[in-house]
């Protein structure tokens, strides 16, 4: 029972976390990324995530190493969730969904079709540098899916996860307790009021983040 308390409290404080990001910072796309290797655990999924978030943002800031990458807010954010699926068999399998903020309008302009441009960009332009990226396009096995992000939906899409995942027994589990939420492959605003939300917390990843380059001009 106390177990369960626990759970249910980091549950909730995670939630603060991400929408304390999302309200200062609303994202604008939602996506989700099938893998080819269809992993079996949230380590290799996240893996395959921090592979194509190094070279998707080294590709959108306009630079040659990830220890050139900005510090978010400089730059696009993530929040990356990988969430489990159970197939007829029993088999636990990770996807991975990825919430876009602060892009600059990159993905939207004039010349660029949007949710059309940037599923182009991710499968084509940095997925042929990531080869676990599923590419196929035939309908209910996209590998990449782009949508605009709907706040009604996507806002709470994750989130509800966490919580159905409590109440179904899958077969094994593969992750602790129900957390979906990637924290090393996403970029989560400190909950305090005297950063005003303008500081990112540091994180576990090979995405060195040492650059204060303004968002604008880095991203064209």
Same mark, same amino acid.
């Given at each position: 029972m106390e177990y369960l308390t626990v759970m249910k409290n980091l549950n909730l404080e995670t939630k603060k976390w991400i929408w304390n990001t999302w309200d200062q910072y609303k994202p604008e796309w939602f996506i989700t990324l099938l893998w080819n290797d269809y992993p079996t655990s949230p380590i290799t999924a996240a893996s395959h995530t921090r592979h194509l978030l190094n070279i998707f943002l080294k590709d959108v800031c306009g630079c $040659?190493?990830?220890? +050139?990458? /900005? +510090? @978010? /807010? !400089?730059?696009?954010?993530?929040? =990356?969730?990988?969430?489990?699926? +159970?197939?007829? %068999?029993? $088999?636990?399998?990770?996807?991975? *969904? &990825? *919430?876009? @903020?602060?892009?600059? =309008? !990159?993905? %939207?302009? /004039?010349?660029?079709?949007?949710? +059309? !441009? &940037? $599923?182009?960009f991710l499968t084509h332009k940095v997925g042929r540098k990531v080869y676990r990226l599923l590419k196929t396009s035939s309908i209910g096995n996209e590998g990449v899916v782009v949508r605009k992000w709907n706040e009604d939906h996507h806002r709470y899409y994750n989130l509800k996860e966490m919580e159905r995942q409590k109440k179904k027994a899958l077969t094994r589990y593969t992750q602790d307790g129900d957390l979906l939420l990637d924290i090393e492959n996403s970029d989560l605003l400190p909950m305090t009021a005297q950063t005003h939300g303008h500081q990112a917390l540091p994180k576990r990843t090979n995405r060195s983040l040492r650059s204060t380059v303004g968002i604008q001009s880095t991203m064209g």
């Open positions: $040659k190493r990830c220890g +050139e990458i /900005p +510090e @978010f /807010p !400089y730059r696009m954010g993530v929040t =990356s969730f990988q969430e489990r699926t +159970e197939d007829h %068999d029993g $088999k636990v399998v990770f996807h991975t *969904h &990825l *919430h876009l @903020f602060n892009t600059n =309008s !990159y993905f %939207d302009r /004039p010349n660029r079709q949007g949710d +059309e !441009y &940037l $599923k182009w």
